[in-house]
């Protein structure tokens, strides 16, 4: 293992639980159910962004009128009731890089734009939480993704630098934060792929959790 990553930071949705995709059908409802046709990439624009830079980003494409609140309830009550009747999937390979990092002492943090009450309550579900020394969410910090603050606090709260911790995502905006914040960022592609935008953010790039093992025996 390389002695100057003593960290490993984790986004939640795409990257530990397999929510994204309904984030995206879900937004994509919403929107339709006040008459706006938002596209899939329009979504994947959103992902990971704070209230701060997705309310102008969406009323950039649809103009002043777009009632992003209501929008973005519906698409929050929508997605619960999803998940509260049908659950979720776990990401491939989560608790054999949870367990590896325990293995090691490495301390674990998560930093996920979601809230900290739903959070918990995913972390809970999937029996992860427990692995976590810190569980940072977006209404936690005062600017969210692509800002470096989430990153730069989780960090903080490990008690260590930045530049000893990797962070592992799967969106662009996420990227962008914990490279930002000067963490080693990781990228487990989800519904992005690596592309010439996230290469100038991304140290490694690796198909699943568990083939990240690698990044910590130094084999990058």
């Not at 409802?29 to 704070?50: C, D, H, K, N, P």
């Not at 992005?192 to 690796?206: F, G, I, L, N, R």
């Amino acid at each position: 293992m390389s002695n100057t990553v003593k960290g490993a930071i984790f986004d939640m949705d795409g990257l530990m639980i397999d929510t994204e995709k309904l984030l995206v059908k879900y937004w994509r409802q919403a929107a339709a159910e006040f008459g706006y046709e938002m596209t899939f990439e329009q979504v994947l624009g959103i992902r990971s962004l704070s209230r701060k830079y997705s309310v102008p980003k969406l009323k950039g494409i649809f103009g002043d009128e777009f009632p992003f609140d209501e929008v973005r309830s519906l698409r929050i009550r929508l997605m619960n009731e999803y998940i509260d009747k049908n659950g979720f999937d776990i990401k491939k390979g989560l608790f054999e890089l949870l367990d590896y990092l325990k293995s090691k002492g490495i301390k674990i943090a998560v930093a996920t734009a979601t809230s900290r009450d739903r959070a918990v309550m995913y972390l809970e579900r999937i029996n992860a939480l427990q692995y976590f020394d810190a569980v940072i969410c977006g209404d936690m910090v005062k600017n969210g993704k692509p800002e470096p603050d989430i990153y730069l606090t989780a960090a903080a709260e490990l008690g260590l630098p930045p530049e000893e911790c990797a962070a592992f995502e799967d969106s662009p905006n996420g990227l962008k934060s914990a490279y930002a914040a000067g963490c080693k960022a990781v990228m487990i592609p989800d519904l992005s792929q690596p592309d010439s935008e996230t290469e100038p953010y991304t140290t490694a790039v690796y198909e699943s959790l568990d083939k990240a093992v690698d990044f910590f025996e130094g084999s990058i």
